[in-house]
């Protein structure tokens, strides 16, 4: 199952049209509206949120998560497998708390974008077509990264 986790809110066509790309590329994944209104432009409040949710999920699950007033910016998208569930999204605090509570992660950084990329909505042109690429086990371009490497101890972490 894909579950979306957002702050685009239920007026107006983004939540709409995210699922759209993935129902395209996944079909027959079922895709359930996890939350739409999670705390607005928020990472931080929205990851404790989202790790408080975790116990809907099971194995193999994927979590397309989108609270990102980054977009745009020089900040990646990730690909984060915590016990089993993978979370795809940007790389701007919104899994920490997922990271912190799994007893297992492995991180990808997404390296994929299409040429046609909107400058403004990556949850439709890049996190929406991986989710769906994961839940349906197809590849992507993307790099592994070291969860020491990357994030050390947990008072280092870059997101507090």
């Not at 690909?79 to 509570?101: C, H, K, Q, W």
Request: overall charge negative; some cysteine; proline content about 7%.
């Amino acid at each position: 199952m894909i579950f979306v986790f957002s702050d685009f809110g239920v007026n107006g066509p983004y939540s709409g049209t995210m699922r759209s790309v993935v129902m395209r590329h996944a079909p027959d994944v079922p895709i359930c509206d996890l939350m739409c209104d999670a705390p607005d432009r928020n990472p931080k409040a929205a990851s404790y949120l989202l790790a408080a949710l975790t116990r809907e999920f099971q194995v193999g699950d994927v979590v397309l998560a989108v609270v990102d007033p980054g977009v745009g910016s020089a900040r990646q998208g990730l690909v984060v497998t915590a016990d089993g569930v993978s979370y795809v999204g940007p790389d701007n605090g919104l899994f920490e708390m997922i990271i912190r509570r799994a007893e297992k992660v492995s991180i990808k950084v997404i390296d994929w974008m299409p040429d046609d990329a909107s400058a403004s909505f990556h949850g439709r042109d890049i996190f929406g077509p991986v989710a769906a690429w994961v839940a349906t086990n197809q590849a992507f371009a993307s790099h592994p990264i070291a969860l020491d490497a990357r994030f050390g101890a947990a008072q280092d972490w870059p997101y507090e």
